[in-house]
């Protein structure tokens, strides 16, 4: 098992940056890719990132290609996500997740999951 717990949502204005964190436990947490998903009110979760064991590649949904940046520090058991240039459709839970089997993008494909941190971004 893989526990994973989110942190750093809050409130911010359109234009503002924040920076999420997921941390992890359990199991060997270099051993697995990484991604990060939200989910908006009434709307099914998407992918937003991803990134391999070692940090070598990245992916990202085209909806933030250029203004998030995923990050991992396997010595801490902690990922990131840089988010720059807020906007408003930015808001959701923002998940991240472990042990993806196939495809990133797929939200049923990853194995392990946190909870979920509020993203809030007012216009």
């Known amino acids: 098992q893989v526990q994973l717990v989110e942190s750093g949502g809050g409130l911010v204005q359109a234009g503002g940056s924040l920076e999420l964190s997921c941390a992890a436990s359990?199991?060997?947490?270099?051993?697995?890719?990484m991604g990060w998903f939200r989910q908006a009110p009434g709307k099914e979760r998407e992918f937003v990132a991803a990134?391999?064991?070692?940090?070598?590649?990245?992916f990202y949904a085209d909806s933030v290609k250029g203004r998030f940046t995923i990050s991992r520090d396997n010595a801490k058991n902690t990922m990131y996500l840089q988010m720059d240039s807020l906007k408003p459709e930015d808001t959701a839970v923002y998940f991240c997740?472990?042990?993806?089997?196939?495809?990133?993008?797929?939200?049923?494909?990853?194995?392990?999951w946190g909870r979920g941190t509020q993203v809030t971004v007012s216009s």
């Open positions: 997740a472990a042990d993806p089997d196939g495809n990133y993008e797929r939200p049923s494909d990853w194995s392990f």
């Open positions: 359990g199991r060997t947490f270099s051993n697995y890719p």
């Open positions: 990134i391999t064991w070692t940090g070598g590649s990245t």
